[in-house]
Nanobody, 115 residues
C-alpha cells in the first residue's frame, strides 16, 4: 500500500509563503494524477491544484496565480508553492493520488494564515 505524507504546513502571516511537500512511499508519480486539496472548518474539501502524469496542471479559481504545483518523479515528491497567502487560505491541506479506481489520501497538514 502506497502511503502519502504531507509536510511543510505551519503558521504564516498574510502575504507570506509556504511550500508544502507530499512524499510517496514508492514510485507512483509517473502514472498517477497528483493533486492538492484543502478543507477549512465547516467547509467541503476543495481542489487546490492538480498535475497529471503528463505534466498538465489545473488550479482552483481562487488560486489566481499565487500557487504552483510541481513534482519530482525521481524523488517521489510533489510540491505546492504558495505565495501571497491570505487568511482565507487557512485550512488542512491534503495530498491525493489517483489512478483508475485507486485513490490515495495523505493525512493532511495544517496551514494557518494569521497576523
Amino acid at each position: 500500500q502506497v502511503q502519502l505524507v504531507e509536510s511543510g504546513g505551519g503558521l504564516v502571516q498574510p502575504g507570506g509563503s509556504l511550500r508544502l511537500s507530499c512524499a510517496a512511499s514508492r514510485s507512483i508519480f509517473s502514472t498517477y494524477t497528483m493533486a492538492w486539496y484543502r478543507q477549512a472548518p465547516g467547509e467541503q474539501r476543495e481542489l487546490v491544484a492538480l498535475i497529471t502524469y503528463g505534466g498538465n496542471r489545473h488550479y482552483g479559481n481562487f488560486v489566481k496565480g499565487r500557487f504552483t504545483i510541481s513534482r519530482d518523479n525521481a524523488n517521489n515528491t510533489m510540491y505546492l508553492q504558495m505565495n501571497s497567502l491570505k487568511p482565507e487560505d487557512t485550512a488542512v491541506y491534503y495530498c491525493k493520488a489517483s489512478y483508475r479506481d485507486t485513490v490515495l489520501w495523505g493525512q493532511g497538514t495544517q496551514v494557518t494564515v494569521s497576523s
